[in-house]
């Protein structure tokens, strides 16, 4: 939870309209949702193991109930700068329940993500976590959107759970080893799975991963013939059951070893990922101590691997890896770094992972696959959701959606005219038109990217508005509800938009920013004016430039214009929720049970803050709205326009005190005393908070307030 989140009913009084308008389709069209044929399909892994299941209980007892989201949420960062513990932004997915596999799918398919191949756990007839797929994936109401595939996990189950470094692990489930074994599983398929019209077939063949085919051959004595003799009663079976062809796929082996895989019979090979072992000289590194291995020395290691691997007799599926963070598997009282020698989870984690790493990657596996004469089609990625493993794409606290967003970039949306999206702090999906130009970097930072939504058929240049999300200046979602909510309709009356990211309080205190905060609005202001000196490339008409904002991000939109007598040439301001002062003092007299606010400088809590306010009285004066609207020249604001879920009565205690109204009718007296235009609203129609776009627009296009 955010410290955003609190009592919010009148903030999200009109989102789940929207919300289940996102899920259902969207009035600008309704496209075909069968994905089109393409040349480069996207498989990512999917790991079944984030809910609760018989033996996961038998083995762990009642503490497995979610399965290992207790691992994830009780991770602690173990380094500076370690990117735990992880917050997924739409919440902590139960994999067996429909409802939450339709959020996956809906943010996977979007993204151009094709097919998710399930870990598939079968050991002698016996399978487990199987809730995943057959409750999860196959009851959700939109699975036409995305195929699905199975990956036979060929290896022993062990208890690798936090276990003792250096302890023996407690054996699970062990596998038979034999030819019997994987034809039941085939025949286990056929009856449940490769008769569904969801079932991934690549090149029309039904497709059927086995993780650690080394191990299966070493496991079945060695013998080739007999692993080639089960592989063609496995395809004779297929084929006898009316089902076509299948295509088989062996994981995890060299290029020396491929030859093996074509007398075993198999069709393709790839690679379940990429780990940190792979970077140069992990051996005599990792011996020496060393634990962290950035994520960009894979790159060149990459490649070359699967250059090797394309040189092969059979076609290789390129493997992108996501990064690798094995920590949360580890035991929090194990003192880090690691002592002595490997011994998983106890390994390497890779650090910045960034998704513009992330999407160098995709875009050099893409073109390598397209470069294959063996056309394999394919690319691989892993994973979808492994996160005590630290391969992950889902939308979180750390990124956002930049994965998602680095794979839509490379493989295209699906469909192209929308943005599906997760809103982190209701945890609700959202779509709205896709951007014209989408991720556009305005800085260095993986985060200093913003969207560029432009209204079609108009003839001369247009207005626009630059809105900041919310999030505390901690996370969010560059395109939140409270835009999402109205961006088609100002895109419909003539207004281009464009949505800012911008580096969260996290990064600024890694960079040594004082106070964080200032990161933040920085990164702000120089996205409006990377956007101000790119007008003409975006048939912009700067003199008509609005700023708006939902919480921090209303907050950011205040100070960037008044700062500087209105440097930036604001001609108005929307500020939704907005904290008009960041003075501790002033906000406790406004709202006494103010709790919010001390984060952006440093401090623990607001008390803190309060108890240290002379320190940071300079940087108050400078980036509080309501210490710049006391400054500014009457003359050179801009008009605004504030708005609120409700405003208090006199006496009464804010119930959701971060964005109180009464923030808002403090702020207006002031701008009252100078002279400088300022309405206050609360409430509103729908769509949410609708009316201060619509007051944006107004403003814009006629002069005149409405």
Known sequence: MNREEGNRESLFACAAALAVVGLAGV???????TAPKKDVEVVAVYYPHWHKYPKGTEWFGAAWAEGE??????ARPRFPGHRQPLVPYPGYLDGADPKDVETEIALAANAGIDVFLYDYYWYGGQVTQEEALEKGFLQAKNR??????LMWCYHERRDQFRPERGAPRRRLMTLDHTPEEFLGLIDHAIARYFNKPEYWRKDGKLFFSIYEAAYLWRTWGKDAKKVRTAMD???RRVRAAGLGELHLNAQNLRPSQVPLAVEMGFDSVTDYGFGVWNVPKYGARYAAGEWLFDYGEIDGVLQKHWEAMGETALPYLPIVPTGWDSTPRCRLDEPFPWKGKENYPYCGTYTNNTPDKFEKYLRDAKAHVLSDPKKPGVVYVNGWNEYTEGTYLLPNNFDADGALRAIAAVFGRHPANEYTYINPSNKKLYTVPAATHENVAYGSHPQ????????????????VI????GGGWEGGAIVDHILGSSLKTLLDRGVAVVAVGYRYLREARLAGEKPPVKACLDDCEAAVRFVKAHAKDWNLDVSRLALAGGSAGACTALYLGLKDDNALGVAALGPIIAQTSLDPQETREWIPNATYGGHAFGFRNFDDWLAHREQVLPWIERVSPAALVRKIAPARAPKMFLQYGSIPKPGEQAKDPTHSGAFGV???AICDARGIPCKVSAGGRLPCYGDTFKWLADSLQNGKER
């Open 666 to 668: 403090r702020f207006k």
């Open 69 to 74: 989201w207790g691992f994830v949420k009780s």
């Open 144 to 149: 036409d959107r995305l195929k699905f595939a």
């Open 233 to 235: 009663e496995a395809r």
């Open 27 to 33: 009035a600008w069209g309704a496209p075909e949702r």
């Open 466 to 469: 630059v809105y900041f999300h």
């Open 448 to 463: 200093q990217k913003l969207d560029v939504f432009l209204p079609q058929g108009e003839k001369g240049a247009t207005p």
